[in-house]
């Protein structure tokens, strides 16, 4: 299986503040026929299920503010909230889908500082 | 708008069986891949199963091959999960998620939880 290692594990910024989540495959997720990067994030607040903010790896979802944005390459890839906001606390998950064996990452937690 | 409700779990003794169910309203659920995904009280998350839109293709994740049986009902717009032989290792809250083929997950039940515990 692929294994989807996030870093860090938690991470306290201050309202209006960068946030950065990192993700790392342990093989490539980049599909070369097509250079699609077969990578997801999802934000999942206390208590709530999982929402879907971007995938291809940089699409944000219809709806999600552009405050999220996705970056990476093959094996690489991060989750920038450009400006942290209240309602943006939440445990943040990649996922990989270039394998029929689904993978996410440990999940980050994001807190205000 | 898109609905999953998710019903069928419980409190279950080791080595029993569960059937989870997961009505969807909303679009047009022949149409679309659906999974299972689970989540162990403060665990992250975990891919269970997905089923094709037609139910032809079938995928499961090692923890549980043999164990459990996704299914579908296109007609009654229902998702199941049988789970046999169930050990405290399966205690989580189950999801189902609506796939885009078989990428991302776009949208997400409340969940429901499993507790196996004798």
Redesign the interface.
């Known amino acids: 299986?692929i294994v989807m290692t996030q870093s860090p594990d938690s991470l306290a910024v201050s309202l209006g503040e960068r946030a950065t989540i990192n993700c790392k495959s342990s093989q490539s997720v980049l599909y070369k026929s097509n250079n699609k990067k077969?990578l997801?994030w999802?934000q999942?607040k206390a208590g709530?299920?999982?929402?879907?903010l971007i995938?291809?790896a940089s699409t944000r979802?219809s709806g999600v503010p552009d405050r999220f944005s996705g970056s990476g390459s093959g094996t690489d890839f991060t989750l920038t909230i450009s400006s942290l906001q209240a309602e943006d606390v939440a445990v943040y998950?990649c996922?990989q889908?270039y394998s029929?064996?689904?993978?996410?990452?440990?999940?980050t937690k994001v807190e205000i500082k | 708008q898109v609905q999953l409700v998710e019903s069928g779990g419980g409190l279950v003794k080791p080595g029993g069986s569960l059937r989870l169910s997961c009505a969807a309203s909303g679009f047009t659920f022949s149409d679309y891949y659906m999974s299972w995904i689970r989540q162990a009280p403060g665990k992250g998350l975990e891919w269970v199963s997905y089923i094709s839109s037609g139910g032809s293709t079938i995928n499961y994740a090692d923890s549980v091959k043999g164990r459990f049986t996704i299914s579908r009902d296109n007609s009654k717009n229902t998702l199941y999960l049988q789970m046999n032989s169930l050990t405290d290792d399966d205690t989580a809250v189950y999801y189902c998620a609506r796939g885009r083929g078989t990428s991302c997950l776009d949208y997400w039940g409340q969940g429901t939880l499993v507790s196996v515990s004798s």
């Open positions: 299986d077969y997801a999802y999942q709530q299920p999982p929402k879907l995938y291809w979802e998950y996922q889908y029929t064996a689904v993978t996410f990452g440990q999940g």
